[in-house]
C-alpha cells in the first residue's frame, strides 16, 4: 500500500501573483511527511494542486508513471480515487448527520451495496474513535470530532494518499496530541503515503518521516525530520525552533533593513534543541516506512544536537532501538515508548 508521489519543477500563480516556483519534492511511498511554512505561503493551493482541484503553470506531478497535469478531466477523476483529503475545516455537509457525511464518498463513486457501506463506515468509525456517533449532525460536535469524521470520511476509498491540511488547527494541545498520535496510529494501519499540512512546530518535530518548508515562494527544502532538525539555514532553523530571531516576521517575511539590523546587533542564533524521538504507534508495533531514530545523522556524518532522541523518562532511543523492534516483532505489548508514563 502507499505510492510514490514526484513533484517536479512545480509553479503556481494566480494571476500575476506567484505563489511558489519551482517546487520539487518526493513523497516516499507509505511515509509521513509534513509541510510547514508561515500563513499565506500557499500549503492550501500546493494540497489542491497534487488532487488537480487547481492546475499548475508549469511542472509535473508524477504518481505511478503517470503525470497528473497532463491528464485529461476524465483521466484525472480516475487518479483521484487514490486520494483521501482532510480539509482543514473537515468540510462536512452541516445538514448531513456523521454517518451519512462519512459513507458519501461511497454513494458518490462506488456501487457497494448499503450492508457493505455500513461495515465500511463503522470501521472507519471505529478507527477513528467515533464509534456510536453517527446519528450526530456537524454542529452538535467539537471541533475535534468534526476533525476526526472528515479523516473517516477520508479513508473511507482506502487511499494510497492521504492529505491533511492542518488536522491541528483550532485545537488544544491536549486534542492535537491524541490528533497526531491517530494520525500515526492510522499510517501503520494503512500503510498509505501521508502528506500534513501544518504550522504546529510540535507537529512537524515529533510526528513526520519528512519535513518539508516553504517560504517565499520557494520550498526551502525538503527531506527527513532529522535533516530539518539539524539545519542551520536561517528559515528552517527560525521556524523548527519557534525562534522570534530569523528571517521570519510577524508580517511574515522581514523587510532587509530589519534583517540587517539584527545582525548588525549580533544575535546569537544559538544552539539547536535536542531532535526528539518520532512518535510511535500507540500499539508499539513498527510502521512499515518506520526509520530507526538517528539512522540519517549517522549516515550523513551529522553530530545531532546534544540530547537528541532521549525521552522524557531519560531513555536514549538510538540505545532503546534493537529491544523495541525485538519487542515489536514479538507483538509483545507493555512496552513503553517515549511519552508513556509508568
Ligand atoms: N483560488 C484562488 N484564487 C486566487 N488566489 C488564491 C486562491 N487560493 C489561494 N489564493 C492565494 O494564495 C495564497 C496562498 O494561500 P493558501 O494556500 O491558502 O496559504 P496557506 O494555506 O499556506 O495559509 C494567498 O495569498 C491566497 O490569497
Ligand atoms: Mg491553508
Known sequence: ????????????????????????LTLPSGEISVLLGPSGTGKSVFLKTLVGLLRPDAGGIWIEGQDLTRLTEHKLYEVRKLFGVLFQDGALFGSMNLYDNIAFPLREHTRKSEAAIRDNVLEKMEMVGLSGEGGKLPGEISGGMRKRAGLARALVLEPEIVLFDEPDSGLDPVRTALINQLIVDLNAKTGATFLIVTHDINTARTVPDNIGMLFRRELVMFGPREMLLSSTEP????????????PIGMSEEKDI?????????????GHLPPIPPQLLPSDRRLRASQ????????ANGVLPPEGSFVDDEGRDWTREWP???QAASLGAAGYYGPGDHR
Open 1 to 24: 500500500m502507499g505510492v510514490e508521489i514526484r513533484v517536479d519543477g512545480l509553479t503556481k500563480a494566480f494571476g500575476r501573483q506567484v505563489i511558489w516556483e519551482d517546487v520539487s
Open 291 to 298: 526509520h530507526p531514530p538517528g539512522e540519517w545523522c549517522m
Open 323 to 325: 529491544r523495541y523492534v
Open 235 to 246: 528559515a528552517v532553523r527560525q521556524f523548527l525552533n519557534a525562534r522570534t530571531q530569523g
Open 257 to 269: 533593513s530589519e534583517l540587517e539590523a539584527e545582525v548588525a546587533l549580533g544575535h546569537d542564533p
